[in-house]
């Protein structure tokens, strides 16, 4: 017997050696599996940011199985120290900062052992990754007085480039919440529609996120989390001969990643009578206030439950949500000793109630509100109509609850147009024109990016010949 087993091994070929040997190693791998039992435990598939974050970044950790959400706990912490809360994706664990990181920091990401699997199964050994958070940049178009505008974007007045190389012109734009993309509105002269694209905000080639033909698609705006946009559609009707249509809100929904995959297009009311422009969303991404034309009126619609809420106003534009998401401050037109002005009111969103922010025999108009990072105060466009009288709109801070109000930027040399803040509340980009017949320096039919430092009261200039500005945080 022995003798035949010799003779049979001895007639093994190389391949069924080579067979044996790997059935054997896998054999072997299986018994230390089950020796070692939960030694190896859950990984960390995948940390972001790396290297550098923007302002508003959020902090992810891809684990590799499904976690036992409560087990987190004190694991999960940031040096220097963050408050925020935790949301799940599946088995992706995100942090959200409650306040802006602070440009030029360095954060350390800290995961000790032990958050556990639906299986029991725990993590191991601390994970460790920091990164750091770049200053917040500002977009533009331009130039402003001759076609094509393209979007720039600049760290400081010296440190400007081209974003964009459209040959027909950019439109309108919008910057994702993160800072890492920028949406924009494109016309194509193949199809004589405007098209919606996407560019990184660092560079790169320009992707093709809708396509429009015979139609014009504009003003992208990003919802909180980066998943959606809601944008304006005005359709042509070239082959029916109907002329174009009235300008609708759409909402396009985008794959989990947001880097362009479109996974759904719609009008944002399935009423197709209801005529709405100038799309605003809710801080936290449930609610989209339009201006519905035909009603005369914001409109705003929560998104799950499709119930409506209805602001009159006369002035044609949609308000700012606070921060809570609880009030809409907005701007109405008021009629008074045979002329028009600009008044503020608020809408209570959960009583429903409205009030204006101020008497309405006070001496000023304003044009528009951004509320404050703790929503406590507002910065409006104000223009005086005694004897503080500019011809240009100046920035005033006013108190929410009581209207009181306190210059913070007055120079009746300017105009000051639109102007939005940092996420961190701490400095002001404005388009500013200076005043004809002022001694500034600069032409008076060209418009001025600013940037304004709440905190030491500096100006900086950014750009000149330039429009719409945006942070890109």
Not at 303 to 317: C, N
Request: with cysteine; hydrophobic share 40%; net charge negative.
């Amino acid at each position: 017997m022995i003798e035949r087993l010799k003779a049979s091994l001895s007639e093994l070929s190389r391949f069924d050696w080579i067979a044996l040997g790997v059935a054997l190693a896998l054999l072997g791998a299986i018994l230390a599996v089950i020796l070692l039992g939960d030694h190896v435990g859950v990984r960390v598939l995948r940390l972001t940011p790396q290297g550098e974050a923007h302002t508003t970044s959020w902090i992810t950790l891809q684990f590799s199985e499904d976690m036992a959400r409560d087990s987190i706990g004190d694991s999960l912490r940031l040096e220097p120290p963050v408050a925020g809360t935790i949301d799940w994706s599946g088995s992706t664990l995100i942090f959200r900062p409650a306040e802006a990181l602070t440009p030029g920091e360095t954060y350390t990401v800290i995961l000790e052992p032990g958050a556990a699997s639906l299986s029991g199964r725990t993590v191991q050994h601390a994970q460790r990754f920091s990164f750091s958070v770049r200053r917040p940049q500002v977009a533009y178009l331009a130039p402003a007085n001759t076609a094509p505008q393209n979007i720039w974007i600049a760290d400081g007045p010296d440190h400007a480039r081209q974003l964009t190389f459209s040959e027909a012109g950019v439109f309108n734009f919008d910057a994702s919440p993160d800072g890492a993309r920028i949406a924009y509105a494109d016309y194509n002269p193949e199809t004589d529609g405007t098209d919606l694209k996407l560019i990184d905000s660092g560079g790169g080639e320009p992707r093709l996120l809708l396509a429009c033909p015979d139609a014009d698609c504009t003003t992208p705006t990003w919802s909180p989390d980066g998943t959606r946009i809601a944008y304006e559609r005005i359709t042509h009707n070239t082959e029916l001969n109907l002329g174009s249509s009235p300008t609708r809100v759409w909402l396009l929904s985008l794959s989990e990643s947001g880097g362009g995959t479109v996974t759904s297009d719609r009008p944002l009311f399935s009423d197709t009578q209801i005529i709405s422009s100038g799309p605003v969303w809710s801080p936290d991404g449930s609610r989209i206030a339009v201006y519905d034309s035909q009603a005369g009126g914001i409109l705003i619609t929560a998104l799950a439950s499709e119930d409506l809420l209805f602001i009159p106003t006369r002035q044609g534009s949609v308000g700012a949500f606070s921060p809570d998401g609880a009030w809409m401050v907005y701007p109405d037109l008021i009629l008074a000793g045979g002329g028009t002005h600009t008044r503020l009111s608020l809408a209570n969103l959960d009583t429903r109630l409205i009030e204006p922010l101020y008497n309405e025999a006070q001496p000023f108009d304003d044009e528009r509100a951004v509320w404050s990072a703790d929503g406590q105060t507002l910065i409006v466009a104000r223009r005086y109509q005694d004897e503080r009288y500019t011809p240009g709109r100046q920035l005033y801070r006013v108190a929410a609850t009581t209207g009181d109000s306190k210059a913070l930027l007055v120079d009746p040399a300017y105009y000051h147009g639109f102007f939005e803040l940092d996420p961190s509340g701490s400095q002001i980009v404005l388009q500013r024109f200076r005043q004809p017949g002022s001694s500034a320096a600069g032409n008076p039919s060209e418009p001025e990016i600013w940037v304004y430092n709440t905190g030491d009261e500096t100006l900086t200039p950014i750009a000149t010949n330039a429009f719409l500005p945006q942070w890109v945080p």
